[in-house]
């Protein structure tokens, strides 16, 4: 699952909103209990982006990094949430940062998944110049997931044009990923996007307000759009 870093400010203007979080946790539990392995990739957004840096001068490659960082704050955060949930979870960084997290090893992750912990994937693909969506579809790929799912914050799925600034804007149920690429449309961005497509890998985004979401999408219900080769 990929969460955005704005989908966690919850109604804040910026940083992290405990009770967010905690429906978040809350959720995931709740799927990990039935016995799905759940790995998750945060964004930082919430707390710095790379692309706003770069608009008010700061080096481009600086400015990742720091965002980077900021997926670490939130993996913590979110870590903290699950065990209170009684779930474990395991951190595992991109960037070597031993004192509060894993770095990031394939075969240590999907070992935790076996054992039934939940694996938070923090900052990133360890790379400037690449997004978390990215880092999303090349750990989905390497853990061997069946889907990636996309939480979005007060979206429903995939539209023809942005619900907030177009009145007009039509609801995508079902999108390949070659169209949605073609059409711009905002699943993630183009270099993710391609990955899923090239490797097969569904993405479901949907919206992660309505707290039953998850558990419908990995019952086999329709929930937001379907994107597939």
Do not use: W
């Amino acid at each position: 699952m990929k969460v955005s870093g704005e989908s966690l400010m919850g109604s804040l203007d910026y940083g992290t909103d405990p009770e967010k979080i905690t429906a978040i946790a809350r959720q995931l539990a709740s799927i990990q209990s039935r016995g799905v392995e759940v790995a998750v990739v945060v964004g930082g957004g919430n707390i710095f982006r790379g692309l706003a840096a770069q608009a008010s001068g700061m080096d481009r490659a600086t400015g990742d990094y720091m965002g980077m960082l900021a997926t670490v704050l939130n993996a913590l955060a979110l870590q903290d949430a699950l065990e209170k949930q009684d779930v474990q979870t395991r951190v595992q960084s991109a960037i070597a940062i031993s004192e509060v997290a894993e770095p990031y090893i394939r075969r240590r992750a999907m070992r935790h998944l076996e054992k039934g912990r939940i694996v938070i994937f923090a900052a990133g693909t360890g790379n400037p110049f690449f997004t978390t969506d990215t880092a999303a579809a090349l750990r989905a790929i390497e853990m061997h997931a069946e889907v990636i799912l996309m939480a979005k914050n007060g979206v429903e799925g995939v539209y023809s044009a942005d619900p907030a600034k177009d009145p007009d804007a039509v609801f995508i149920p079902e999108i390949t990923h070659m169209e949605a690429i073609e059409r711009r449309l905002r699943v993630m961005d183009s270099t993710a996007l391609t990955l899923c497509m090239e490797n097969r890998l569904p993405i479901v985004v949907f919206n992660m307000g309505d707290e039953r979401n998850i558990d419908r999408i990995v019952s086999g219900d329709r929930v937001g759009t379907l994107v597939r080769t």
